[in-house]
Structure formats: structure tokens, C-alpha cells
């Protein structure tokens, strides 16, 4: 016969201090996991190199920044949390209403996502953001509005954009303007001379034999020769003018709200700049001179070129007269 099996036995209902206890356990592995994930998030956040924020636009409060904001601003967060005014006063003073006014522009678009401009770190240094805005939430009710954004350091970016910028409109030798930079300024300058009905000159000049100056001295003293003529004409000339090498040996400029005869004067200050430059080569010293042809914009001028021309005919015209000299055209 089968061995007859005894019933289980009896177990009470978990007490209450078990039920509690439980619970408690529960709750603690919740507690835990939602720490890991609270710590997982805090993690990601100081390595994220840009500022998260949040702005109650009706209360011109700021409600949250990231850890970030302290690296890139240089300034507590509790402070800008506290008072908005220390947000403002960071912001390089020339582009605040820029800033402000592209932040109001959410509240039309309901992103704002070009949007840049200068901030001064607490170390007095200047940088630049890239702070995108988005409108997050509004409360009919109470009308609260609320913008959140992300502010990114680009200063690298914009120092790299700036040397691009300026290889590709810079000679490299003289560090004045390249021709394709100079006939661009020159053709806008002349646009705006001929709309606003202003003055204009244009001046071109070139060294007097400076082929020989090559052949004789090598071409490492006619880069120098190229490099001191540019410093001269960049001390010259006036704030707003414009200087750039247009050939080997050929340099033009442009005086914009510039008549002929003060044109004539700032020529005469140049040549008399250029012709105090020595030189030498070994033992033995050599100056330079140089053939200017200068005009100044007509009623009947079209375009650049028309001018260009006339300059170009008085230049040689100096060179035929004997070098040295500034002919008007």
C-alpha cells in the first residue's frame, strides 16, 4: 500500500510587520534604481559640453541651467538662477538686444535655432555661443510660457571660420587684401557711392622697376620690398579705405566719401612714406619709387571698371613721364 501523504501544513497570512517589510524592500529597490538612473542622468549631463536651460518668460525667471553653465560662463548657477540679470549681464554688450530679441522670436516661430552671439566668462574672456530655443509648454490658464534651450561654446569654430576667412581674402606675402577680395569691396563701395550719390576715388600704383629690383637683389629682397610698400600703404591711408595687391608689383586702393583732391592728398602722403624706405642689399643700400594713378568717380561711371581704366591710363602715363610721380586721370 502507498505510503498516505500528509496535507500540507498550515501557513499564516504574512503578518503585518512581514507586509511592511516586503514593501519596504520593494520600495528600496525602486528607491535604487530610480538613484542609478538619477546618477546615469546627472553623468550625462556634466559631460555634455553645452548649456541646457529653462526660462519662464512671463516671470523672467531662469528655472534650471546644467552643470555646463558654470564651466562656460564662469559664473554660479544659483546666482543666475536667483536673477536673470546675471544672464543679461554676461552677454558682450553689443549683442544683448540681438539676444533678447531672438529669444522673443520663439514665441512666433516656436523655435529659434540660428541664433548666436557673445558672452564674457568670468575670466573676462570672450566667447561665442550657439544657443538654439524652443517654446516648451504654454498654459492657457495662466498664460505661463516656458523656453527651454541649448547654448553650445562654438569660439573654436568661429576662430576657424575667421582664418578661413581671412586666407581667403588676404595676400599671403603682403597681408593686404587679395585682388578677388579688393575688386569685391571696391565694386560694393562703388555701388554704395553711386546710391547715395557720395564721392569716390580710386587709386592704382606701381613699383618702378621692379623687375630689376628681382633680378639684381633676388626675389627674397623684392618680397621684402612688397611686404614694406603694403605697411605703407596701411599707414597711409585713412580708417575705411581700402588697400589691396592687385598684380606682382601693383597695389589699388579705394576712398569711399573721398573727393579728388583730398584722394590727391592721402596719394601725396604715400608716395612721400614709400620714398623715406630704404633698403639694402650686402653692403649696399638702394631705395624705391613708385607711379600712382589716381581718379575719381564721374556722373557717367557705369560701373568699377570705368574707373579702374582711367587709373590704369594715368598710372602708365607716370611711368611714360618719368616715374616717381601721381598723375590724375
Given at each position: 500500500?502507498?505510503?498516505?501523504?500528509?496535507?500540507?501544513?498550515?501557513?499564516?497570512?504574512?503578518?503585518?510587520?512581514?507586509?511592511?517589510?516586503?514593501?519596504?524592500?520593494?520600495?528600496?529597490?525602486?528607491?535604487?534604481?530610480?538613484?542609478?538612473?538619477?546618477?546615469?542622468?546627472?553623468?550625462?549631463?556634466?559631460?555634455?559640453?553645452?548649456?541646457?536651460?529653462?526660462?519662464?518668460?512671463?516671470?523672467?525667471?531662469?528655472?534650471?541651467?546644467?552643470?555646463?553653465?558654470?564651466?562656460?560662463?564662469?559664473?554660479?548657477?544659483?546666482?543666475?538662477?536667483?536673477?536673470?540679470?546675471?544672464?543679461?549681464?554676461?552677454?558682450?554688450?553689443?549683442?544683448?538686444?540681438?539676444?533678447?530679441?531672438?529669444?522673443?522670436?520663439?514665441?512666433?516661430?516656436?523655435?529659434?535655432?540660428?541664433?548666436?552671439?557673445?558672452?564674457?566668462?568670468?575670466?573676462?574672456?570672450?566667447?561665442?555661443?550657439?544657443?538654439?530655443?524652443?517654446?516648451?509648454?504654454?498654459?492657457?490658464?495662466?498664460?505661463?510660457?516656458?523656453?527651454?534651450?541649448?547654448?553650445?561654446?562654438?569660439?573654436?569654430?568661429?576662430?576657424?571660420?575667421?582664418?578661413?576667412?581671412?586666407?581667403?581674402?588676404?595676400?599671403?606675402?603682403?597681408?593686404?587684401?587679395?585682388?578677388?577680395?579688393?575688386?569685391?569691396?571696391?565694386?560694393?563701395?562703388?555701388?554704395?557711392?553711386?546710391?547715395?550719390?557720395?564721392?569716390?576715388?580710386?587709386?592704382?600704383?606701381?613699383?618702378?622697376?621692379?623687375?630689376?629690383?628681382?633680378?639684381?637683389?633676388?626675389?627674397?629682397?623684392?618680397?621684402?620690398?612688397?611686404?614694406?610698400?603694403?605697411?605703407?600703404?596701411?599707414?597711409?591711408?585713412?580708417?575705411?579705405?581700402?588697400?589691396?595687391?592687385?598684380?606682382?608689383?601693383?597695389?589699388?586702393?579705394?576712398?569711399?566719401?573721398?573727393?579728388?583732391?583730398?584722394?590727391?592728398?592721402?596719394?601725396?602722403?604715400?608716395?612721400?612714406?614709400?620714398?623715406?624706405?630704404?633698403f639694402s642689399h650686402g653692403q649696399k643700400p638702394y631705395c624705391v619709387t613708385v607711379s600712382q594713378g589716381l581718379t575719381s568717380l564721374d556722373e557717367g561711371d557705369e560701373g568699377l571698371e570705368s574707373l579702374?581704366?582711367?587709373?590704369?591710363?594715368?598710372?602708365?602715363?607716370?611711368?611714360?613721364?618719368?616715374?616717381?610721380?601721381?598723375?590724375?586721370?
Open positions: 500500500m502507498p505510503k498516505k501523504l500528509d496535507p500540507p501544513a498550515y501557513q499564516a497570512p504574512p503578518s503585518d510587520t512581514a507586509q511592511t517589510l516586503l514593501a519596504l524592500f520593494h520600495a528600496q529597490a525602486e528607491v535604487s534604481r530610480l538613484g542609478e538612473r538619477e546618477q546615469l542622468f546627472s553623468s550625462l549631463l556634466e559631460s555634455v559640453n553645452a548649456v541646457l536651460w529653462a526660462f519662464d518668460w512671463e516671470t523672467r525667471q531662469v528655472l534650471y541651467v546644467s552643470p555646463a553653465f558654470e564651466r562656460i560662463f564662469g559664473r554660479q548657477a544659483a546666482l543666475v538662477l536667483s536673477d536673470y540679470n546675471e544672464w543679461r549681464d554676461a552677454v558682450y554688450p553689443d549683442d544683448l538686444a540681438h539676444a533678447e530679441r531672438s529669444m522673443a522670436d520663439v514665441l512666433v516661430n516656436g523655435a529659434v535655432e540660428d541664433r548666436e552671439y557673445r558672452i564674457i566668462n568670468a575670466a573676462g574672456e570672450v566667447r561665442w555661443l550657439s544657443d538654439k530655443c524652443y517654446l516648451k509648454h504654454r498654459d492657457d490658464d495662466d498664460n505661463r510660457v516656458i523656453i527651454v534651450g541649448i547654448a553650445e561654446d562654438i569660439t573654436e569654430k568661429k576662430q576657424l571660420e575667421r582664418e578661413l576667412q581671412r586666407l581667403a581674402t588676404t595676400d599671403v606675402l603682403t597681408q593686404s587684401s587679395n585682388r578677388r577680395h579688393f575688386f569685391e569691396c571696391a565694386r560694393q563701395a562703388f555701388d554704395d557711392a553711386r546710391a547715395d550719390g557720395t564721392p569716390l576715388s580710386f587709386l592704382l600704383l606701381d613699383i618702378d622697376d621692379f623687375k630689376l629690383i628681382n633680378d639684381s637683389y633676388g626675389h627674397q629682397q623684392g618680397d621684402q620690398v612688397l611686404q614694406r610698400i603694403a605697411d605703407s600703404g596701411k599707414s597711409a591711408l585713412r580708417r575705411g579705405d581700402l588697400f589691396g595687391r592687385v598684380g606682382g608689383e601693383e597695389f589699388a586702393a579705394v576712398f569711399p566719401g573721398c573727393t579728388r583732391e583730398v584722394a590727391e592728398q592721402i596719394a601725396e602722403r604715400l608716395q612721400r612714406e614709400i620714398q623715406r624706405l630704404s579702374f581704366a582711367r587709373a590704369d591710363e594715368a598710372m602708365y602715363q607716370a611711368k611714360r613721364q618719368g616715374k616717381n610721380q601721381i598723375v590724375l586721370g
